[in-house]
């Protein structure tokens, strides 16, 4: 029985590879034609700073409204653009429709300092014109690089290439932020936190979740903070949900936070509503 079983099993396993190779090319199709038709559309996540209490910045984060499937979350089709390469062309119209999106948002006086804070992947480092796509989209909506944080993953920084080094200096020029996404969750080395030009440094969710009952996260956290402080660096902390979470990162000297406790990601318009009305109640 057990010789049967393996085969059955084995028959079951190889249908579902050929499943979910159908799947991806599908999927595949699909994406090459989501940004021709126009079906991806931007949320946005207010940063609070912890000083003022208000929104600073917005983190843009990108949704696929699919015909069929509905409103797909990033991490369903982000790997996939970024290993056959259409994350180049999608990067392009998030950086865009990012900076026209703040544009419209400052025409409220109150919201003249609003900055927002893109995600940017390696390959659109390595492979796109970052320099040029980032000073048209900056040009066209009329916003100078005060106005932009671009979000990098850690492995970037790490590398130490030397034509990354020089396009980070040449960004960081133009005055955009540059920000470590997710810091703390692949990487040991930390010399680069010297010698690459960072501003922020975001604290990845996974610690933040629990550090108001795992003692070794919450040392961990208030570790990489310090750190951050003593190198001149700011620190942001992603996937704040609870008042536990919030008091513990303001004793720690955090200096902004984002998560759900605050506000979850929304639409453009919603988003606006939000700043609004928070500056209205302030
Ligand atoms: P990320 O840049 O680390 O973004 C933070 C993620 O955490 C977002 O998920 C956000 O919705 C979620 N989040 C924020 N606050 C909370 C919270 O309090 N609780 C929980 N449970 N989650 C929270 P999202 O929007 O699904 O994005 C996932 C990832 O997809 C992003 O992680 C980023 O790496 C990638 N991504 C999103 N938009 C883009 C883009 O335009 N370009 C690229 N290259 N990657 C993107
Ligand atoms: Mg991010
Ligand atoms: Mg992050
Ligand atoms: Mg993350």
């Given at each position: 029985a057990a010789k049967g079983d393996r085969k059955n099993s084995l028959r079951f396993y190889e249908s579902e590879l050929g499943r979910e190779s159908q799947h991806r090319l599908t999927l595949e199709g699909d994406l090459r034609h989501a940004l021709a038709e126009g079906q991806f559309e931007l949320h946005y996540q207010p940063v609070i700073s912890l000083?003022?209490?208000?929104?600073v910045s917005l983190e843009a984060l990108i949704r696929w409204r699919h015909p069929e499937r509905g409103l797909v979350p990033p991490d369903e089709f982000i790997p996939l653009a970024e290993e056959n390469g259409l994350i180049i062309p999608i990067g392009e119209w998030v950086l865009r429709r990012g900076l026209l999106d703040l544009a419209s948002l400052r025409r409220h006086p109150v919201l003249q300092d609003m900055t927002v804070a893109v995600n940017v992947s390696s390959r659109q480092l390595v492979e796109g014109d970052l320099l040029a796509t980032v000073s048209q989209a900056l040009q066209q909506s009329h916003l100078s690089g005060e106005a932009l944080q671009l979000e990098l993953t850690e492995r970037l920084f790490v590398d130490e290439l030397r034509y990354t080094r020089q396009l980070l200096a040449r960004l960081e020029n133009m005055g955009i932020s540059l920000v470590i996404d997710?810091?703390?969750?692949?990487?040991?080395?930390?010399g680069y936190l010297r010698r690459m030009k960072v501003d922020t440094l975001k604290v990845d969710r996974d610690f933040v979740r629990d550090i108001s009952e795992d003692e070794d996260d919450a040392l961990l956290t208030r570790a990489i903070i310090s750190l951050a402080h003593d190198l001149e660096i700011e620190v942001v902390a992603e996937g704040v949900e609870t008042e536990a979470q919030l008091d513990f990162l303001r004793n720690c000297g955090c200096e902004r936070v984002q998560g759900y406790y605050f506000a979850r990601p929304m639409p453009l318009e919603q988003v606006e509503r939000f700043l609004l009305e928070a500056l209205e109640n302030a």
């Open positions: 000083s003022s209490g208000k929104a997710d810091f703390g969750t692949g990487y040991s080395a930390l």
